[in-house]
């Protein structure tokens, strides 16, 4: 698959989820990323804001399997990943498989499941595989988990920790839509269901295809060692407690790889890095003192972003 057929599969689904989803064109195009890279997305926001409804439109468009788990405090390990059962009629045990084995999870509420369950998506979200009385499942390609909390409710939960958010590439808040978007949206809605109308545009093989050749983007050095800069100042700052983990680099990398082409280039840029820096990295800070919300961390990625020295882009992309 060449980069402008990534290109022109993006806009597809951007076009798609438009009909259902209005206003979010960022929001999807960042999603697109997140499925691309095989990375995960956590949704931050109050209820109501149209996230789930997202996620079923992205399954929809793309005719993945779609799989909802809304996480409650006693929910299991076993009800993610399945259970041995004994089969009296075959006079043997079987493996029933859990929510987990499907190509896009929507881990509703995911902060009220308890730390015990919350660790059972570590192993399927960094391995793509699940491990289920000492036998270790490989899951289906693609696997995304899309997970969802509301950042003003907190009795009753259990946040998120650093292993686990390290593990999303993305935190994206959907936010309110403006009057002009909320007019459509009551418009939209009224006498129809535009979910139940919405027609696929490409397949999980294509997402499959263009998950193979995204990382042929070329980035030079002084690109890389601008991103390094970014990574390291986190590192070094008074008012961070844990900076970026190699980790948070190669997402950063990857992300900045899928929009390049997304802006229709072969190769990438500074700019790139700098538009995927604020959802790759924000999430990924452990703060010190009083103020530690998303939103402060992403303001620290912006003075980080000042602070660093840019590289001239004459040459680059021409090697």
Do not use: W
Request: with cysteine; glycine share 6%.
């Amino acid at each position: 698959m060449s980069f402008q057929s990534i290109n022109q599969l993006a806009e597809r689904l951007k076009t798609n989820i438009g009909q259902v989803i209005v206003g979010k064109e960022s929001v999807t195009e960042l999603l697109f990323i997140a499925l691309i890279t095989s990375g995960h997305v956590l949704l931050e926001d109050v209820p109501g804001t149209g996230k789930t409804l997202l996620a079923k439109s992205l399954a929809q468009s793309l005719k993945l399997q779609f799989r909802r788990v809304q996480f409650t405090p006693d929910l299991l390990p076993s009800d993610l990943s399945g259970i041995q059962y004994y089969n009296q009629k075959e006079g043997g045990f079987e493996f029933r498989p859990g929510p987990l084995f499907t190509n896009l999870l929507l881990a509703d509420e995911i902060n009220r499941a308890t730390p015990r369950t919350q660790s059972s998506l570590l192993e399927c979200m960094e391995e793509r595989q699940i491990s289920v009385d000492g036998e270790t499942k490989r899951l289906d390609k693609p696997f995304m988990v899309i997970a969802t909390q509301n950042p003003v409710e907190h009795q009753g939960t259990f946040p998120l920790p650093e292993a686990q958010l390290d593990r999303f590439l993305f935190k994206i808040q959907m936010g309110y839509p403006t009057t002009e978007e909320a007019l459509q949206i009551l418009k939209r809605f009224n006498n129809a269901d535009p979910l139940s109308q919405l027609d696929a545009v490409a397949t999980a093989a294509d997402i499959a295809e263009a998950q193979r050749h995204y990382a042929e983007v070329r980035i030079e050095d002084e690109v890389l060692h601008y991103l390094l800069q970014l990574i390291e100042r986190t590192r070094t700052r008074d008012d961070i407690l844990v900076g970026v983990s190699p980790r948070g680099s190669q997402a950063l990398l990857r992300a900045s790889q899928v929009h390049a082409i997304l802006r229709g280039r072969d190769y990438v840029t500074p700019d790139d890095v700098k538009a995927m820096a604020k959802p790759v990295l924000a999430h990924r800070l452990s703060l010190r003192g009083m103020q530690r919300s998303h939103k402060h961390a992403e303001d620290i990625i912006e003075d980080i972003i000042r602070q660093t020295a840019v590289p001239a882009e004459a040459g680059i992309g021409s090697r």
